[in-house]
Every structure is written in C-alpha cells, then in structure tokens.
C-alpha cells in the first residue's frame, strides 16, 4: 500500500469515527410529552389590548386520554373558570380565550428535531364574540435550543417559530404573523410563547408549574 493511500484510509477513518461520536451526542428528537391528570402550569399573559395588560392563570388538568387534554382554567383571584381543551400534541381544540379551533395541520408536530420545519394550518371562532372567524397558515421551524428565562426560573428550551399568515372571513383584514415558543420538556409544555403581528403582541410566561 502506498503512503498515500495509507493516509487517505487513515482520513476516512477519522472521518468515520467522528461523524459516529457527533451523531451520538446529538440531542434525541424530543417526544409527545406524557401529560397527567393534576399536572398544573401557572402563567402570565401579557397583551396591551387588555386594561390591566397582564393576568394571571392556572391550567389543571382534569382528564388526558389518547384523543385529548382537558384542563380547568382559573384566572387571577379566582374570579372566573372554565375549561379548555388540546389534542394530545397540545394544539389548541378549545382554548383558554374561549376560542374554538378546528385544527388542519398541528403546530405541534411531535417528535420535535432542531432544523425540522413543517407546514401549520388551522381556523378560529369565538362563539361568544359574535362572527369572528380567521385562518392561520405557518411555516414551523425547530430552530434549536436555547436558555430562556422566565417568572418560574431557567430553562433548557427547544425554540420553535413559525410564520405566515393569518386572514378574516368576517372582516377584510389579513397580515403576516409570527408565533414563537420555547418548550421545555421538564415543563411538558411551553414556558414562553410569543404572538405577533404588524398590530399585536402577546406574551406568554411561566410562572409556576407542577407535573409528575
């Protein structure tokens, strides 16, 4: 064997190995979380359209099966209740505004893998406000993880963003949008997001939670 082809083996050797080393300490794709009745999340939603802009809730949950999550929602000094519901993936179905989802595409497409990106669609009425009604439509991104700190601490977060779109039926109004989270899988779930548009921003921070 010649020297250089005896360093060429050698190359593609190293080559190899360390492509194997890097594949082994790469993060594993994180999992659809394994929510239990009880687990409990606290946070503060912030939207300036609101007067006071921030409020406290709580999200306990009341029942997990294979086809959804259901929790009770409990707003600042108990003042009001009432219920919300997520696929198991936690895309809204019932959210805790009241808006009522009908889900095409998921934002939440688990396994979750950093560079990952998938089409979202999805459309929203609010029963109680009358004849609103929008369609949203995203491009996700898994940008990869980041530290994030929040009201309930640090965390180790997978950043997800995505954006697009969203149009009125009952109105003529559309924009671009942007949503943007960062899920902890300690939490089960998000511990910030971030709704934006060319007129909104509303911000959603963990205050505290409990899980098993």
């Not at 659809?32 to 009880?38: G, M």
């Not at 998921?106 to 009604?133: D, I």
């Not at 950043?159 to 969203?166: R, S």
């Not at 949008?177 to 300690?186: C, G, I, V």
Request: aromatic share 12%; glycine share 6%; charged share 30%.
């Amino acid at each position: 064997m010649s020297i250089g082809a005896s360093l060429i083996g050698k190359a593609a050797a190293a080559a190899f190995l360390l492509s194997g080393l890097c594949a082994a300490q790469a993060p594993a794709p994180v999992a659809k979380p394994e929510v239990k009745v009880d687990d409990r999340w606290v946070y503060r939603l912030t939207d300036k359209r609101r007067k006071p802009p921030s409020m406290i809730y709580e999200m306990r949950v009341s029942f997990v099966d294979a086809r959804a999550i259901h929790a009770v929602v409990e707003r600042q000094g108990g003042k009001r209740e009432g219920d919300a519901t997520w696929t198991p993936e936690w895309n809204a179905v019932v959210a805790p505004d009241e808006g009522v989802v009908e889900v095409e595409k998921g934002m939440f497409q688990f396994p979750l893998s950093p560079g990952q990106q998938y089409p979202a669609a999805w459309e929203m009425r609010r029963p109680r406000a009358g004849a609103f009604h929008v369609r949203h439509e995203r491009r996700v991104t898994i940008v990869g993880w980041e530290d994030v700190e929040v009201p309930a601490g640090r965390f180790r977060a997978l950043k997800i963003q995505a954006d697009g779109h969203f149009r009125r039926f009952d109105k003529v109004a559309s924009d671009e949008a942007r949503n943007t989270f960062w899920y902890a899988p300690q939490v089960k779930r998000w511990v910030k997001s971030v709704y934006q548009d060319a007129a909104l921003e509303v911000v959603e921070e963990l205050y505290f939670y409990r899980v098993q």
